[in-house]
Structures are given as structure tokens and as C-alpha cells.
């Protein structure tokens, strides 16, 4: 097994309508204006890529722990959202104290200022 250089890459699944020079700036905003824990020595701006989703299997990984995420916020023709895929996933979601929403799961906005339908919310509540 390879070992890596202990820099964090950040890859997305290519497609279109993202900037992702826009999101270099943004991080590169992020690590001069904003006061934030991110560790930055160990954050390469400059390896931003893109790629095939189909060339990456973590891509695909990635994929399938969003769609979870997606399948509780995003009511079907009826109304309804599943939340049991997100449950599924929970034990691979980084956390601190049980903490998932700090440290593991980003959503913006925030959950508590999505206007949440009781139903969607209902799906986070381990995760609070």
C-alpha cells in the first residue's frame, strides 16, 4: 500500500454548472479572511481536480452517502422521505461525542435554519 504525503486532496465528480476555480477562491477566501479550525498546512488548494465519476470508486462512495443524505431531506411525488438509508450510513460518519452535524456533516444552510418539514427532521434527530 502506497503511503500518501499526509495532504488532504479534494476531488469532485465532474460535471457541469460548478466552478471549481470559484471553489479554489472560495477556500483560498476561507484561509485568509475567515477564522475558521480548518488545519491548512495539510489542504492542497492547488490539487483541486475534477473527475469522471466512473474512473474513482470513491467518487461512487461519496455518491452513495449523499444519495442516503438526500433520500431524508428530498420528499418524493407524495411527501415522504426515507431516512432509513441515513441511518444506515450513521456508523460511517465521522462524529466527535455523537456529534455529526459540527464535525462529519455539513448541510447548508445549517439544518436548524433549513425550515425542515417535521417529517425531515425527524430523520436528523440522532444527529443533533
Given amino acids: 500500500m502506497q ?3 499526509g495532504m488532504a486532496k479534494i476531488t469532485f465528480s465532474r460535471r457541469g ?16 479572511k475567515v477564522e475558521t479550525q480548518i488545519h491548512w498546512p495539510v489542504i492542497d ?3 483541486v ?5 466512473s474512473r474513482l470508486a470513491a467518487l461512487q ?11 431524508a431531506l428530498e ?20 462524529h466527535k461525542g455523537g456529534n455529526y452535524l459540527s464535525y462529519g456533516l455539513k448541510t447548508l444552510p445549517p439544518l436548524d435554519q433549513a425550515g ?7 430523520g436528523f434527530q440522532r444527529f443533533r
Fill in 75 to 94: 420528499p418524493d411525488i407524495y411527501g415522504n422521505v426515507e431516512h432509513s438509508y441515513l441511518h444506515e450510513i450513521a456508523g460511517n460518519i465521522y
Fill in 45 to 47: 488548494i492547488d490539487a
Fill in 17 to 32: 454548472g460548478l466552478s471549481y476555480d470559484g471553489f479554489k477562491g472560495y477556500l483560498e477566501l476561507l484561509r485568509d
Fill in 116 to 122: 425542515l418539514s417535521q417529517s425531515q427532521a425527524f
Fill in 3 to 5: 503511503e500518501g504525503n
Fill in 61 to 71: 462512495i461519496a455518491d452513495c452517502g449523499v444519495s442516503a443524505i438526500a433520500a
Fill in 49 to 53: 481536480a475534477a473527475q469522471d465519476h
